[in-house]
Each structure stands twice: as C-alpha cells, then as structure tokens.
C-alpha cells in the first residue's frame, strides 16, 4: 500500500518533472518502487499459508487471545497519531486549507508555504499570489510527499495498536514489536526534524513545543516496547 501510494503520487505530478526536464529521478523511483511492490505481491502470491498454529501459552494477567497487545499504546497512539494525520490528510489532499480547530493553523500554513503554492479560494493570498502559485509547484509535490509518509507510519502505528491481537500463542505481541521499533526510529527521526526548525518556527509566532511533548511521549512509550 505505501508504494503504492507514493507511486500515484509521483506520478500525479509527472507531466510536471517532465516540464522542468526533471523527469528521470521520479521515474528511477517509480521503477523501483514498482519492482519492489510487484517482488511483495508474487512472494505473498506463491507463498502456502501455514495452517499450523503455535502452541497456546499461559496467558499474562487481563490478557486474552482477542486482546489488543497493549492498553496503554493503543490509547497513545489513538489521542497523538490522529491528531497526526488530521493535519498530514489535509496537508495531503486540502493543502492550503485553514482548519479552524487547530490553534494557530492559519499561522503554520504561512511558515510552511503552504499559501505560497495552494493559497485559499477567495482569501488575500490567493489574490496577491494566484497567480505565482504555478511556480511553487515543487514545494507542493515536497509538502504531500512528507504529508504521506507521516500517514503510512501513522498507519503502521494504528494497525500494530488496533488490529493485531494478542492471540493464544502469543504471536499478535511479536508482530507488534517488529512493528513498534520501527515505528519507533520513524518517530525519532521526524521528532528531531521538528526540532531542527523549532527555533524558526518561533520566529513565525509559531509555538511547537506542544508538539515536540506530544510526539516525544508517544516515541518514549513505543521505545519502551
């Protein structure tokens, strides 16, 4: 599914990267990516399915074969990830557009040069930029490209948390943590990368330590498992 999608992204602005005679890293991607997803899809295609099942083990204490592999993650990655990926699916599909829950959005938009490429229908911005947003077409493709990585690893995270149980052999726990620690190095880089620019942020009036505390727990606590 990730490869997947960055391969419709990439291709979605392919007649771009081909007007700035740009074109041969995106399609050295597109191929690679495309080798790589059609290699998982015949190994998930020739391989039997095991129908032998581990042992059943004692189970720990409140756990049973249908329960989630651990509360405490769950809950976690329920209240930090969505919040995640409610600004990265706007970020992905309504770039530009001011979500007026959020504190400050209007202000991370500014900083981010979000009105530069996508300026709001009807707004100042898309008055006095309209029509210089074509030239900002790079920095759009750049803000959706990191806009879905954060959705696949908050995907990674909802579906280890969620949907994986515990099961009578214990195994729903070590697919979790194969999951977890990766999930974990994927956290820790783009909490570092958050901050890196939190000194320019501040410049902006853009507070991100709120959002530095936040990613910070949740990547302690998949540390921790």
């Not at 990730?2 to 995106?26: C, G, H, K, M, R």
């Not at 990926?85 to 040069?113: K, V």
């Not at 990766?182 to 009036?205: D, E, N």
């Amino acid at each position: 599914f990730a490869n997947l999608a960055t391969i419709v992204l990439y291709a979605s602005y392919l007649e771009d990267f081909v007007a700035a005679a740009a074109q041969t890293i995106p399609t050295i991607v597109i191929s690679l990516l495309a080798i790589e997803t059609a290699a998982i899809l015949y190994y998930l295609l020739i391989t039997p399915k095991s129908k032998t099942r581990s042992p059943a083990i004692a189970m720990k204490e409140g756990k049973t074969e249908k329960s989630v592999v651990s509360r405490i993650l769950t809950r976690t990655v329920a209240l930090v990830s969505t919040m995640m990926s409610i600004i990265a699916i706007r970020d992905l599909f309504f770039t530009g557009q001011i979500i007026n829950f959020i504190p400050r959005d209007d202000i991370y938009l500014e900083w981010t040069g979000s009105f530069l490429h996508s300026p709001p229908d009807g707004s100042p911005e898309a008055v006095d930029q309209g029509l210089e947003a074509l030239f900002y077409i790079g920095d759009k493709f750049v803000a959706q490209l990191m806009a879905l990585n954060v959705l696949i690893l908050c995907l990674y995270k909802f579906v280890s948390t969620t949907l994986i149980r515990y099961g009578s052999d214990g195994s729903g726990e070590i697919i979790c943590r194969m999951f977890w620690k990766s999930s974990a190095i994927g956290a820790v880089i783009l909490t570092m990368l958050i901050r890196l620019f939190t000194p320019a942020a501040q410049t902006a009036s853009l507070d991100l330590r709120w959002h530095l505390m936040s990613m910070g727990y949740e990547t302690f606590i998949l540390g921790l498992y």
